[in-house]
């Protein structure tokens, strides 16, 4: 299973707004609602931002949202602050019967 | 609060074996399905391996680990584990514990991690 397609970099300023977007198959996500994005500060673990594509967990912003066009996610970041720089990764389900999940190889956002 | 924390990281040289453990708490173990996800330094997030919660009885692997790794649970002791055997230098990564989301398919929570090097 290869890995899903992320932009290496994204920059934006301080209030704009920003998207990333996330390329697979239709064997993962063009094939079910299940991707998921994941926030990740140097040195930390990942944190859980959008889920079923276009899903909030409890707690996390608002200016967070994701959405699906055939076999490309997209997570949008509005009102870019400092904090939000970081690395975010894409990950989905698949239909593979041996490995069920599948990660991009991340997007460094940058705020400028 | 869901709790994962990781133990068992360390030195091994080439070929070595080493036993992760994934220490779980803040929810009912048995209810979710687990994983292992890696990141070697500097690069993204690798999917590992997965196993529901049945007790061993459904289990997957990624193609770099399938044959070498065994992932395992135990839903008395709140545990998940991952034997890692003829490691290569390729498997020196960080090691994250992860529960998959309500919804059992998604990754929800994270443990912190624990670092694992394969060298001479």
């Known amino acids: 299973q290869s890995a899903l397609t992320q932009p290496a970099s994204v920059s934006g300023s301080p209030g704009q707004s920003i998207t990333i977007s996330c390329t697979g198959t239709?064997?993962?996500?063009?094939?079910?609602?299940?991707v998921s994005w994941y926030q990740q500060h140097p040195g930390k673990a990942p944190k859980l931002m959008i889920y079923?594509?276009?899903n909030r967990p409890s707690g996390v912003s608002s200016r967070f949202s994701g959405s699906k066009s055939g076999n490309t996610a997209s997570l949008t970041i509005s009102g870019l602050q400092a904090e939000d720089e970081a690395t975010y990764y894409c990950?989905?389900?698949?239909?593979?019967?041996?490995?069920?999940?599948?990660f991009g190889g991340g997007t460094k956002l940058t705020v400028l | 609060e869901v709790q994962l924390v990781e133990s068992g990281g360390g030195l091994v040289k080439p070929g070595g074996s080493l036993r992760l453990s994934c220490a779980a708490s803040?929810?009912?173990?048995?209810?979710?399905?687990m994983n292992w996800v890696r990141q070697a330094p500097g690069k993204g997030l690798e999917w590992v391996s997965s196993?529901?919660?049945?007790?061993?009885?459904?289990?997957y692997y990624a193609e770099s680990v399938k044959g070498r790794f065994t992932i395992s649970r135990d839903n008395a002791k709140n545990s998940l584990y991952l034997q890692m055997n003829s490691l290569r230098a390729e498997d020196t990564a960080v090691y994250f514990c992860?529960?998959?989301?309500?919804?059992?398919?998604?990754?929800?929570?994270w443990g912190q991690g624990t670092l694992v090097t394969v060298s001479s």
């Open positions: 992860a529960r998959d989301y309500w919804n059992d398919v998604e990754i929800g929570y």
């Open positions: 803040g929810f009912t173990f048995s209810d979710y399905s």
């Open positions: 196993i529901d919660t049945t007790s061993n009885t459904y289990t």
């Open positions: 239709s064997s993962d996500v063009g094939g079910y609602n299940y």
């Open positions: 079923d594509v276009s």
């Open positions: 990950s989905s389900y698949t239909s593979s019967t041996t490995t069920p999940k599948v």
